[in-house]
């Protein structure tokens, strides 16, 4: 179980390191459930509280559910048209 939770945290911070890069935009939020009662369906069509930099809420009881939205750059395509005489019609 240590090692799961370890995989987990590890990956978690990986993304956020990449998602940190100045091309990459990230959208980071949190939902407190005192009554532990939200499954990971139900818990998608609740409202969560924005935050940005390090969460902190110190040691509350129940589920503290995280969102995370990574979003890549859109990329912008240029034609090159320095290739002359390609096309000989």
């Given amino acids: 179980m240590k090692r799961l939770l370890?995989?987990?945290l590890l990956i978690f911070f990986q993304l956020s390191v990449h998602a940190a890069d100045g091309r990459y935009r990230l959208e980071t939020a949190y939902l407190h459930d005192e009554a532990s009662?939200?499954?990971i369906d139900s818990v998608q069509s609740l409202t969560f509280t924005p935050?940005?930099?390090a969460l902190r809420l110190g040691f509350t009881k129940g589920?503290?559910?995280l969102r995370l939205r990574?979003?890549?750059p859109e990329?912008?395509?240029r034609l090159d048209r320095s290739i002359r005489g390609a096309c000989r019609c």
């Fill in 37 to 39: 009662t939200h499954s």
């Fill in 75 to 77: 990329r912008v395509w």
């Fill in 6 to 8: 370890f995989l987990l």
């Fill in 63 to 65: 589920d503290t559910w």
């Fill in 70 to 72: 990574i979003q890549a």
């Fill in 51 to 53: 935050y940005q930099g």
